[in-house]
């Protein structure tokens, strides 16, 4: 049997670019919390921040972290 230590990671969604609905669906369905959003939630998103650190698509965080989220 195979235990892994440390924090269960996932990885970010391809959420970049995208409206704040689908991006709040995506973030909830990976696991994540939608913390702090700034900007217009009709624009595409601009970045995500974890732990005050950007983020990219595809980058592990653990599991059920706050993702913050900035719009233009």
């Known amino acids: 049997m ?4 440390g924090p ?3 990885a970010l969604p391809a959420i970049f670019g995208e409206r704040y609905d689908a ?3 995506l973030l909830t369905e990976a696991g ?3 913390g702090e959003v700034k900007g ?3 624009s595409g998103l601009r970045s995500a921040r974890h732990g005050g650190e950007d983020l990219e698509a ?3 965080v653990p599991r ?3 993702i913050d989220l900035v719009f233009p």
């Open 32 to 34: 994540f919390v939608v």
């Open 2 to 5: 195979l235990f892994r230590s």
């Open 58 to 60: 595809g980058a592990e």
């Open 23 to 25: 991006v709040e669906r």
């Open 40 to 42: 217009r939630k009709t």
């Open 8 to 10: 269960d990671l996932v």
């Open 64 to 66: 059920g972290s706050t």
